[in-house]
């Protein structure tokens, strides 16, 4: 069993379900010759040729119309955008036509495609290449939108994906890419889409998080721990649907909960957990629900990058300030 990096895991997913499912073809910009920008697809187009590995021009609207057209004639698509802001364009096929292909045929049909991009900042690249937008494909119903933060997750979940009859827009956080090396077993073990993973058990106070971000929040909890506070790590991996259920059992035993994304404050996720906490486990809460985000404006330039994304000293801060509160 091979020790990788989560862009390795995606590449290893999308090369076991090739392998397994002849319906399958990979699909983007670069993806084919290059590899992908960040290296995701590489090898996939010398394994498995140019029919199924597909280099396509600089058009999202065509991508993801073809993805569409493809997915309801039988095959599995999956796409790739070189960036999570390259994906606007792909908006009204995912939303207008992916997202309403099952509801629009009363059934008869189905868009098994997979919208991937690579998502969020902290690389030190420009604008648009590092934005968090999950919340805006988490509002449209029809869409999964599925964030993994580890190669073992990576893995398990973009099979899960590939393997879904309905559209899953995949979101790699691109900041841990080459973070981490873990044991990834090429077994095709899928693990389940719509649920949250319990990555610490804690008793003190419940961190809500997802993506990149688990990382600092692990970090925080191991902080938290040296100063005798117990924190519950919680890895959300589907922000839509929100696996709510875990998040209130954490909660009923914690009492607290700070919730943590880099995307901006306004809108995000953690305002949809949030108001699932105000409505049914506010009898359980003995402080108010925190939240630790990026801020409401554009990701700015590199220099200053890592200052508008949430620091471990930030959680550690809003956890302690829950504990304020007897």
């Given amino acids: 069993m091979a020790e990788i990096t989560l862009v390795e895991a995606v590449t290893l997913a999308l090369a076991h379900e090739m392998e397994q499912d002849p319906t399958v073809v990979v699909m983007g910009e670069d993806v084919g010759v290059n590899g992908g920008v960040f290296r995701a697809t590489a090898g996939l187009n010398a394994r498995f040729g140019d029919e199924r590995v597909i280099d396509t021009p600089l058009a999202e609207v065509m991508i993801a119309g073809m993805a569409v057209g493809m997915a309801a004639q039988g095959m599995k698509p999956v796409v790739e955008a070189q960036f999570e802001g390259f994906m606007y364009p792909m908006v009204d096929h995912i939303v207008n036509h992916a997202a309403r292909l099952r509801h629009r045929t009363r059934g008869r049909m189905s868009c098994p495609a997979v919208f991937r991009a690579p998502w969020g900042g902290g690389i030190h690249a420009p604008e648009h290449h590092s934005d968090s937008n999950e919340a805006t494909w988490a509002h449209f119903p029809g869409v999964r939108t599925v964030i993994p933060s580890s190669p073992s997750r990576a893995y398990g979940l973009l099979l899960a994906a590939i393997r879904d009859p309905d559209p899953v827009v995949f979101l790699e956080p691109k900041r841990i890419y080459r973070w981490q090396r873990e044991e990834v077993e090429d077994n095709g073990e899928e ?85 699932g906490l105000a409505d049914a486990g506010i009898l359980h809460l003995v402080a108010p629900v925190k939240r630790v985000t990026g801020y409401d404006t554009v990701m700015p330039l590199y220099r200053s990058e890592m200052n508008y994304m949430p620091s471990t000293e930030r959680i550690v801060h809003a956890a302690k300030e829950t504990l304020e509160y007897a």
């Fill in 191 to 275: 693990l389940p889409l719509d649920v949250c993973f319990v990555l610490r058990d804690g008793t003190d106070v419940t961190l809500v998080t997802w993506g990149a971000m688990v990382k600092e929040t692990m970090e925080a909890a191991l902080e938290l721990e040296q100063q005798g506070v117990s924190a519950e790590v919680i890895d959300v991996a589907t922000v839509a649907p929100i696996d709510m259920e875990t998040i209130l059992e954490s909660v009923e035993k914690t009492g607290r909960c700070v919730i943590v994304h880099e995307a901006p404050k306004h809108c995000g996720v953690g305002a949809e957990i949030a108001a």
